[in-house]
């Protein structure tokens, strides 16, 4: 049973669309981070949400934490190419200190 | 300066060869780990050392054995490489736990014939 679920798994888009990438959990995360991935590199942190409810902007990608912490979810608006990527939720339950445990990501294409 | 750095970048061997894959961290980090990303990019933690101390070991065949000889550096060895050892694995570090920023490393593709 995967702790992450991540949605859609694939996602393939116009540049200048908008997009909205799903991390959903039946477990409650102290923590929870965004990571993109480019081919041949390994993950980079984009942000981290710890409150429940919490929104935090990132030009413009826009994080937001569910109010239950169970959830997140990454708004990209005018998607450009340069946000190509697979994108990686991973979260940190409480209790379960120095674990932090991956989804299975999203691979975006943002098409020229 | 790279600040997570592991060698080698890509490895191919022969099966029931032994390898290993070296990890060095400048950024002062108290906790190192070893990721195995799938195939299908699934990433998953392998162990975990913070001060030298081994704090994580999942489910991984015991041919594998991390070593850290200071916390700065965590080795992975492999013995006996099997076919479906074939994947990318991460080196990555934080200053305490991982609730703070992972720093990964670019990786290590390893390729068992």
């Known amino acids: 049973t995967q702790l992450l679920e991540q949605s859609p798994q694939f996602l393939s888009i116009q540049e200048g669309e908008n997009l909205t990438v799903y991390c959903n959990s039946s477990s409650v995360f102290s923590s929870l981070q965004w990571y993109r991935q480019e081919p041949g590199e390994g993950p980079v942190l984009l942000v981290t949400v710890v409150t429940g409810g919490e929104v935090k902007k990132l030009k413009r990608l826009t994080f937001q934490f569910g109010d239950a912490r169970k959830d997140s979810s990454l708004h990209i608006t005018a998607a450009q190419p340069g946000d190509t990527g697979l994108y990686l939720c991973?979260?940190?339950?409480?209790?379960?200190?120095?674990?932090?445990?991956f989804g299975k990501g999203t691979l975006l294409t943002v098409n020229p | 300066d790279t600040a997570v750095s592991q060698t080698p970048k890509y490895l191919v061997t022969q099966m029931g060869n032994d390898k290993s894959i070296k990890c060095e961290q400048n950024l002062g980090h108290d906790t190192m780990y070893w990721y195995k990303q799938d195939s299908k990019k699934f990433l998953k933690i392998m162990f975990s050392y913070n001060n030298k101390e081994l704090i994580i070991n999942e489910t991984v065949p015991n041919r594998f054995s991390p070593k850290s000889p200071d916390k700065a550096h965590l080795n992975l060895h492999i013995n006996s490489l099997e076919l479906g050892d074939s994947a990318v694995y991460f080196c990555?570090?934080?200053?305490?736990?991982?609730?703070?920023?992972?720093?990964f490393g670019s990786g290590t593709q390893l390729s068992v014939l």
């Open positions: 990555a570090s934080s200053q305490v736990r991982p609730n703070e920023k992972l720093f």
């Open positions: 991973a979260g940190v339950r409480g209790g379960s200190n120095y674990k932090l445990t």
